[in-house]
Every structure is written in structure tokens, then in C-alpha cells.
């Protein structure tokens, strides 16, 4: 399957600190990708689609001020979690869809467990 | 709200055995369903995709998928420890919501020796 990396793998900030997560597709292109965020023993929550040169469009009760996606280019999406408090503290996941392999096939990144302290 | 419901868990086998996971969901507009394999602490992997009534093979996996009952299962054939985990059944929805997907609440695997 396809391969997507994120970076960092975790990362520990003080409250009021800013955190940027990468989200790269290795070795396709990805027009589109999606942000996640899970909770200990909860199943995934789709925060976010990121769309390659355009606006992500953000799911119902995720403030976009709060958690700033950038998709400059295609195979390269970024999460800024603006202002961090510990409630933000979670594992964030990206995917990304291989079009080219004429599938709906979406593939995760290894994902980031953010602590804020 | 459209959803996916996993059966409840946990599920506990011995090795060696069959472990059947069920799904259903409630958007009818869904055409692709997923299942994915997360490991404690770990992203989830994709392990199998199915499009088409009926089953898909590949491995010790099936999977099933039955649109008019809005039903999607995963079979494991000959369980293995190493396949304990939490599984994920999610759904992509058609229309302007092309490429979302909607996962699950996940149901626990132990596959015990």
C-alpha cells in the first residue's frame, strides 16, 4: 500500500504554545487528505479534509482558528495547533487516498501523540 | 446522523479459530467500505476494502458486504495472536461528501493460544 509519514511522532508543549504536525505521502500524490484526532479507547474523529491549494473544510465543532491545515503542495499537508491547552492533547492522525491506483483506498500516517503541559 | 456500528465487543478466540466481526451503517448513499487493523498505541492499517455485494477474499481474511441490509463483516480464518487488536469498520459517503470516512466505535480482538 501507500506509504505516509508524519512528523514529529510526539511531541510534549506548554500550554499557549503553538505545534505544527507534518503529514507527507511518500510516494504518490495526494490531492486531498484528512486530519484525525483520536482519544484513549475511542474510535477516529475526522476533524478536517485538506485540499491541495484551497481551503480545508472543517467537520462541525472543530474551530479552524484553533487548528490552521495547509496543503502547499501534493504531497504535503500541515496541522497547526494554534495556542495548545491540554484538552488538546490527543493522537492526530492524517490519511491520504492514492487516486492514481484507481482505488478508494486511504492509508494512515503513523500519527503524532501531542501532550500539552 | 449517519453512522457505522460495530458489534460489541470484546470479542475473545482461541487460536485457531474463526473471528467475525460485524458492521452496519446507515447511509445508504455509502458505496466503499473499510476494515482497518489499529494496534494499542499505533495508527490504523488498512487490511481490507470491499465496493461490491458479496465477499472479497484475500488471505485468512473475507469480507462481506450486503447493501440492501446495509451489513459489511470481516471473516479471520485460523486466528492468531498476533491478530489481536482493535478493528475499525468505516464507510467513505458518496455525494459532496466524497472521501470521507466514518468510522466505528472499533471492536477488541484477542485471539488467546
Known amino acids: 500500500g501507500a506509504v505516509v509519514s508524519q512528523h514529529p511522532s510526539r511531541v510534549i508543549c506548554k500550554s499557549g504554545t503553538s505545534v505544527k504536525i507534518e503529514c507527507r505521502s511518500l510516494d504518490f500524490q495526494a490531492t486531498t487528505m484528512f486530519w484525525y484526532r483520536q482519544f484513549p479507547k475511542k474510535s477516529l474523529m475526522l476533524m478536517a479534509t485538506s485540499n491541495e491549494g484551497s481551503k480545508a473544510t472543517y467537520e462541525q465543532g472543530v474551530e479552524k482558528d484553533k487548528f490552521l491545515i495547509n496543503h502547499a503542495s501534493l504531497t504535503l499537508s500541515t496541522l497547526t495547533v494554534t495556542s495548545a491547552h491540554p484538552e488538546d492533547s490527543s493522537f492526530y492522525i492524517c490519511?491520504?487516498?492514492?487516486?492514481?491506483?484507481?482505488?478508494?483506498?486511504?492509508?494512515f500516517g503513523p500519527g503524532t501523540r501531542l501532550t500539552v503541559t | 446522523q449517519k453512522e457505522v456500528e460495530q458489534n460489541s465487543g470484546p470479542l475473545s478466540v482461541p487460536e485457531g479459530a474463526i473471528a467475525s466481526l460485524n458492521c452496519t451503517y446507515s447511509d445508504r448513499g455509502s458505496q466503499s467500505f473499510f476494515w482497518y487493523r489499529q494496534y494499542s498505541g499505533k495508527s490504523p492499517e488498512l487490511i481490507m476494502s470491499i465496493y461490491s455485494n458479496g465477499d472479497k477474499e484475500d488471505g485468512r481474511f473475507t469480507a462481506q458486504l450486503n447493501k440492501a441490509s446495509q451489513y459489511v463483516s470481516l471473516l479471520i480464518r485460523d486466528s492468531q495472536p498476533s491478530d489481536s487488536a482493535t478493528y475499525l469498520c468505516?464507510?467513505?459517503?458518496?455525494?459532496?461528501?466524497?472521501?470521507?470516512?466514518?468510522f466505528g466505535q472499533g471492536t477488541i480482538l484477542t485471539v488467546h493460544p
Open positions: 490519511s491520504a487516498r492514492d487516486v492514481g491506483q484507481g482505488t478508494y483506498e486511504q492509508y
Open positions: 468505516a464507510g467513505e459517503a458518496g455525494g459532496t461528501s466524497y472521501g470521507k470516512l466514518t
